[in-house]
């Protein structure tokens, strides 16, 4: 009978080579990408919690709440609302986790939260119904410790840039104080205007509107009282070291709209009236072109995140709000849109740097041979395809998005990963992607399909995981 030969199956559970299948992959893993920086240049972290320096006063605190991966897996197991969202206690609500977590295999939480518990608290046990009791002490001990806050986790991770997601009519008083702090970590703001677009949305545009215009002491009942506004809060997010911006949209609006028209609709907006689906999408192409003139103008970045459908369970998102689990992807079409918009800018030489962030994965090649159409030389990697968002923000959507970019453009001028997250546990998911990136690279590398040349494969991984990230932010 022939011999087979199976590999080592002692070998622990995320042990120090998981993901790594070749010897250039581990080596330019643990000689390259595991020490190198972390430039998270787009997140949803509160910049209150940075400035106050925030500590948790339990696990279910900072593992469970505001994270809707989480709250998704747990209605999916059968868990009640209660012990979710809402009035159970912190260890009941962290007993559900517990008892969700062993059916998350193939999953990637299932990686994410043991590499979480390794990473932040050095448990290396499963999560379970029996490890519980035990996991939530020793977790909860940990947090009680001196360097367990939101400044000591920046400075354990490496961390060296935040980039926050702010909109205009934020005050950016935390940033200041941030500023002012004796933090190492740069924390930036990004200028996310999508409130502006809502022009359907009667009184709480209008409330929108009144907050903008007490931040900037002006008033504001003209579209050129708008205008004015969001470019004076577009310089004073310059000021605060903001150097991206980013919208979220369905899509890219195909409808052009003027001056006079745009005016026409916002006066329609502030005095009551129904604004019509064209109406909204004609002042959301407006407004996107101003906001790209303004980005090109200061040398910034524009994220565009396009397609999610957004609280489609009309009863739930009622009750809970946005951004509780559930939104979805969508399936809208995105290609006339992202062209007509581009072309807008690159018509009148405005256009600025732009990530394209997509969460259909149909629209993986799409958009990456987007990106090659609208390169103009000015500089390497202007126009990128974005990492895997989202929904697709695991081994499998990275792999592909790595793929459709590589076969269409330049892996080298890749600016990387990001969380994307509102946990200040996220920060493992570079580790994720780096381990995904270097085994991609290695292997192929391995099988004679990229040079053997380790210097030439070391600044790729540099590059990726940290350098093309800090030049595209000046710092």
Known sequence: MRHIHYPNRTMNYLHDDFFLHSETARRLYHEVAKDAPIYDYHCHLSPAEIANNHRWQNITELWLGGDHYKWRLLRANGIAERFITGDATPRE??????????????????????????????????LSPATAESIWNRCNAALAEEDFCVHGLLKKFRVKMVGTTDDPADSLEHHQAIRASDLDTKVLPTFRPDKAFAIDQGPAYRAWVEKLAATCGRKISTLDDLCAALRQRH?????????????GLDHCPTASCDDALAACIF????????????EKEQFTHYLMVLFGELDAEKGWTKQLHLGPFRNVNSRMASKLGPDSGFDTVGDSSQGHGL??????????????GVILYNINPRDNYLFAALTGAFQDGTRAGKIQFGSGWWFLDQKDGMELQLNALCSTGLLSRFVGMLTDSRSFLSFPRHEYFRRILCNMIGTEADRGELPDDFPTLAKLISDVCSENARQMIGH
């Open 93 to 126: 609500k962290f007993q559900a986790w517990a008892e969700t977590v062993p059916q998350t295999l193939r999953n990637p939480m299932h990686h994410w939260v043991h590499m979480e518990l390794r990473r932040y608290f050095g448990i290396e046990e499963l």
């Open 235 to 247: 310089d004073d997010f310059h000021a605060a070291g903001a150097r991206m911006s980013d919208h």
């Open 267 to 278: 006066h329609k907006a502030l005095h009551g009236e129904t604004i019509t689906t064209l």
């Open 339 to 352: 062209v007509h918009y581009l072309d807008a800018l690159a018509s009148r030489d405005k256009l600025p």
